[in-house]
């Protein structure tokens, strides 16, 4: 009868650990993913909150100066927050869109309070000159680490179960 009871306990624990691991591969979290675009597959995300802000870097392939996007995160969208580069020549604007602010400072153009949003960024990442950069709370992350370079990437914030995140990569690790 002993060896009943145990077996039992050590079951019940059993499912009650199977349950607890469960629960928590399903809790999801909200991340900035990074997706091939062919495949959808989830190669690298980025755990984010709502108001985060990060830049994308890159240098461009006819200048070769770097160019910094800022973007904000609110409510699964990306809002442009301003764009910084180096010269209007070939491919970068020499002003501001409608209610943009253009000014010059330290040699650099800076153009701010864009409007609209965006679900998602495609990105094609670099393979020689480009160095497509992720800065996040003032560190940088070589996207071609990450997700391979001359691969095609969906940016785009969503939430994801803690299972999902399995499959892909913390740049933050």
Request: without cysteine.
């Amino acid at each position: 009868m002993k060896a009943w009871k145990t077996s039992l306990v050590i079951l019940f624990s059993i499912f009650l650990i199977a349950l607890a691991a469960f629960s928590y591969a399903q809790k999801e979290t909200e991340v900035l993913a990074f997706n091939d675009r062919k495949t959808g597959e989830l190669l690298a995300y980025l755990p984010i909150n709502d108001q985060d802000h990060f830049q994308l870097k890159f240098t461009h392939s006819v200048h070769l100066s770097d160019v910094y996007e800022e973007y904000r995160v609110e409510d699964q969208k990306l809002y442009p927050e301003q764009l910084i580069y180096e010269d209007t020549a070939i491919g970068m604007p020499s002003n501001a869109g409608e209610g943009a602010t253009f000014e010059m400072k330290d040699g650099k153009y800076y153009i701010s309070n864009l409007t609209g949003s965006h679900d998602y960024i495609d990105l094609s990442i670099g393979q020689v000159k480009a160095r497509h950069t992720l800065i996040f709370q003032g560190e940088q992350y070589m996207l071609k680490e990450y997700v391979g370079a001359g691969t095609v990437v969906r940016i785009q914030p969503v939430s994801l179960s803690r299972w999902k995140l399995l499959r892909g990569v913390n740049v933050l690790e």
